[in-house]
């Protein structure tokens, strides 16, 4: 999955040993906490303990993918969390209630109505937060911090605070199997996995083979020269927020899914999660640098570690403890990466002339 | 000569030599200041003007040779150490804290302090006040640095040099932004300060001033000093001589072909100044197909900005625009774009590239749809055929294409801006100071392009403040000043002296245009 960067490597293949490595750090860090875990956590290893975490790892992963585009564009996204909980309360509501219209009559949907209606909620809180930053100018910091009040907010109003439970549905209504997304399986795997996958391929596929991926990097890299060469770059933020949105509209849905309950606290401080993922990943806050599988592997690294922590029964203070020293680290290391490969990169041009 | 070197020398550069990574700014130069007298430096852009000065106030150090200060040899390692012996200097571009107030900036690093008790910020007021009283400015010291227009904020500038209280203050371009009255002011606290015995460096672009104010004139170029002389001995004519030289370069120009029609063709561009007045004053030209049209000016005339109103970059400015007798409407900079237009900027690193990608990608960047299929996936290989063509078509040295754009020269990056540009087809190519900041083989093989692309009916309009490069590239010569087209003329009928002429004439009309 690394190797569908759009920023491609440039040392060439006659970079020192020592940035190779330093290069697949996020893989070496994924193998250090699987192998350190198989050998302490007993039970690691068994098929089950592994699908459970890939289905803990997932909903990360959805959010930190989002996440990934919109701070390659120099941005933030911090609603997604709040973006989680009034999804799924959409979601439960629909299921539930359906739209009471007044008079006497309610809309029911079916579950896959229900679904696409989600979905296009947490998209339309993505273009608000894209219209916010690129027509108010609003400071991306700025601006979804305040939709991130406003849509918990409304989570919490939509049901009083209470959780929206049992959403079984009924036959008559054609409301019944929401619970697919969330405990269903295809082939042995989680559906919330598949969809994982494939949100993933595409979001890989248009960070490296699409206008608007390649785009998205310019933009972050330098706005000006984007916006010199042509590129609308308001579409293209209005594209990564909405993104996100729906990153975390998926995640509300499948959250809801798993618990067949909507809870409107759910996602709190996800979000804090995902920037760490795609810092993780090798996204770079100061935009332009990032990729898709590193995000994927940074949210693998972040889930590994706090799931296998808890077999190894540390206590919850230190895991937050270690998983704050590994994103700092983490970063680090980056940054003397970086260094090191602009030493490369001048020796071989010196070397050239 | 004999004479004029017994003026009473407060500084000396003997044999000084600056040397950048492989490009000599400054060869072997000699410099002597004089106590109570103005220095005037004149020469072209990149003639080693600034890099002279910046030695002596300690921004850089010389590679070879020495500086004597009242016969003494002195080492500066920074700007703090030249101060230390007395030397100030106001930039070309200001160094001013926009977030600060006047009296701030004036005394920043060295503020009045009371002990425990912290900054005196009311003596500070009180005697920046006295300083700005002096430049007759109007300017409050409480107020902050980034509510005042430009032209203040250069006497800001001036009036903290002033507070140095030194004995060498260098002044390098302080009247681009000032009006007419401003300068008159500054040039009294000039005269102020030379009674008191401070030696001034006066670099300036605009030949009626230094006749005015100067005392001594030494002119520059290529880093060589080619005159030096009393300003009561001269006139206009032998600046420009020695600033030029004879031996004009050999430049591309030599195949002539024919031109087409009007293809491009701007009208009543007007573009306002955030401090007042106008940066672009109701411009109108045109250009055929297969013309290069030169655009001459010195910095601030107005012609960044017009390029930039062609592009649609400014929202406030007002004209209209045609392409093939078409006009266009739309202001947004990619419908331009797909309309025939292309820009090179002059600020490359801030406008021009993406420094994170790729040559590659930067190369593509503005014409991704041509290698897309369905709308939406882009076709590796005509994308890498595209990319290919490009390094060769411009000859841009590039190993491998995937390599990070800057790891390449400036004059190779410069060539993949305009490799950039080509790809979206344009018909009108805009190239604002295309052959800033390259070494002199890239500048051959960019003016090559220039020639080339003209000849295979590309229209182009390109800014200098190059005297050799506009005349030796342009079919026809247009001269900036002040937002304003001063003349155009063909290049036949075009001199050196008629140019340098127009480039400074809005200088005097400033007051009627603002």
């Known amino acids: 999955m690394t190797t569908a960067t759009t920023t491609k490597g440039l040392a060439g293949g006659n970079g020192s040993m020592l940035l190779t490595l330093m290069k697949l750090r996020t893989f070496i860090a994924l193998f250090a906490v699987i192998a350190f875990f198989a050998i302490f956590a007993p039970n690691f290893l068994s098929a089950a303990n592994l699908i459970l975490m890939s289905k803990h790892v997932a909903l990360n992963a959805f959010l930190a993918m989002g996440m990934t585009f919109v701070i390659i564009t120099g941005g933030i996204d911090l609603s997604v969390g709040s973006i989680v909980g009034l999804c799924g309360m959409v979601a439960g509501g629909l299921i539930l209630n359906g739209i009471d219209l007044q008079f006497g009559y309610t809309i029911y949907f079916n579950v896959f109505e229900v679904c696409l209606i989600t979905l296009f909620v947490g998209v339309l809180i993505g273009a608000i937060n894209g219209l916010l930053i690129t027509k108010l100018n609003v400071a991306p910091f700025i601006a979804t911090l305040g939709t991130l009040y406003v849509a918990r907010g409304f989570a919490l109003l939509s049901s009083d605070g209470q959780t929206f439970p049992n959403l079984v549905g009924k036959p008559e209504l054609s409301t019944t199997g929401f619970g697919f997304l969330g405990s269903g399986r295809l082939l042995g795997l989680p559906v919330s996995i598949w969809i994982l996958v494939v949100v993933a391929l595409a979001a890989a596929y248009v960070a490296r083979y699409t206008p608007i991926g390649r785009q998205i990097f310019a933009v972050g890299g330098n706005e000006r020269a984007a916006r010199m060469s042509g590129i609308r770059v308001d579409r293209v933020k209005m594209f990564v927020y909405m993104f996100s949105g729906l990153c975390a509209a998926i995640v509300g849905v499948v959250i809801s899914s798993e618990l067949m309950a909507s809870h409107p606290a759910t996602g709190n401080s996800f979000e804090l999660n995902a920037i760490a993922a795609a810092v993780l990943g090798g996204t770079s806050m100061s935009g332009g640098r990032g990729t898709i599988g590193g995000t994927i592997i940074g949210a693998f690294v972040i889930g590994i570690l706090s799931d296998g922590l808890v077999m190894m029964g540390v206590s919850s203070f230190w895991q937050m403890v270690i998983k704050g020293i590994v994103i700092i680290v983490a970063v680090v290391v980056d940054q003397a990466q970086r260094r090191l490969q602009q030493q490369v990169a001048l020796k071989q041009l010196a070397a050239r002339e | ?514």
Request: hydrophobic share 45%; with cysteine; glycine share 10%.
């Open chain 2, 1 to 514: 000569m004999a004479g004029m070197d017994e003026g009473d020398v407060v500084l000396r550069l003997e044999d000084v030599t600056k040397v950048y990574s492989g490009i000599v700014a400054v060869k072997h130069a000699n410099l002597a200041l004089r106590r109570g007298a103005v220095n005037v430096l004149v020469g072209e852009n990149g003639a080693g003007k600034s890099t002279l000065m910046r030695m002596i106030a300690g921004v850089e150090r010389p590679s070879l040779g020495r500086i004597l200060l009242e016969g003494q040899e002195v080492e500066f390692n920074s700007p703090a150490d030249a101060q230390k012996h007395g030397i100030g200097m106001v930039f070309q571009e200001l160094n001013l804290f926009g977030n600060l107030s006047v009296a701030e900036n004036i005394f920043a690093t060295r503020e009045i302090v009371r002990g425990i008790r912290g900054i005196d910020h009311r003596a500070q007021v009180e005697k920046a006040n006295a300083f700005l009283a002096k430049l007759d400015a109007g300017i409050d010291a409480e107020s902050m640095v980034d509510d005042l227009p430009i032209g203040q904020q250069q006497l800001v500038e001036i009036a903290k040099a002033i507070s140095l209280d030194t004995r060498i203050l260098i002044l390098d371009e302080p009247t681009s932004a000032l009006s007419a009255a401003e300068v008159d002011i500054l040039f009294k606290v000039i005269g102020e300060l030379k009674a008191q015995g401070v030696a001034i460096v006066y670099i300036s672009h605009r030949l009626e001033e230094l006749m005015r104010i100067g005392d001594y004139i030494t002119v520059l170029r290529d880093g060589q000093i080619t005159g030096h002389a009393m300003v009561c001995d001269i006139d206009t004519r032998w600046i420009v001589r020695s600033m030029i030289g004879s031996d004009a370069k050999d430049f591309a120009k030599s195949i002539s072909h024919k031109l087409g029609g009007e293809v491009f063709r701007a009208e009543d561009i007007c573009l306002p100044r955030k401090t007042g007045g106008l940066a672009v004053d109701h411009l109108s030209i045109s250009v055929r197909a297969g013309e290069v049209l030169g655009i001459y000016g010195l910095m601030g005339a107005g012609r960044s900005e017009f390029f930039e109103c062609v592009m649609g970059r400014h929202v406030n400015s007002t004209g209209r625009i045609y392409i093939d007798g078409e006009e266009i409407g739309s202001r947004d900079t990619s419908t331009r774009i797909k309309r025939g237009l292309a820009l090179i900027p002059e600020d490359r690193q801030r406008e021009g590239l993406v420094q994170v990608l790729s040559i590659a990608a930067n190369l593509t960047l503005a014409s991704l749809e041509r290698f897309t299929r369905f709308g939406f996936h882009i076709r590796d290989e005509r994308e890498q055929g595209a990319i290919a063509q490009a390094i060769r078509d411009l000859a841009i040295k590039a190993p491998n294409p995937d390599f990070d754009i800057t790891s390449m020269s400036g004059g190779n990056q410069q060539k993949v801006v305009i490799g950039k540009a080509l790809m979206t087809n344009p018909k009108v190519l805009l190239m604002d100071e295309p052959s800033r900041g390259i070494d002199i083989g890239a500048k051959a093989d960019v003016f090559r392009t220039m020639r080339r692309l003209a000849g295979e009916g590309l229209a182009i309009l390109f800014s200098t403040s190059d005297l050799e490069e506009v005349m030796a590239l342009s079919d026809r010569i247009a001269v900036m000043s002040n937002g304003k087209v001063t003349r155009i003329i063909d290049r036949e009928e075009a001199s050196e002296e008629i140019i340098v002429k127009a480039a400074s004439v809005g200088h005097r009309s400033r007051e009627t245009a603002s």
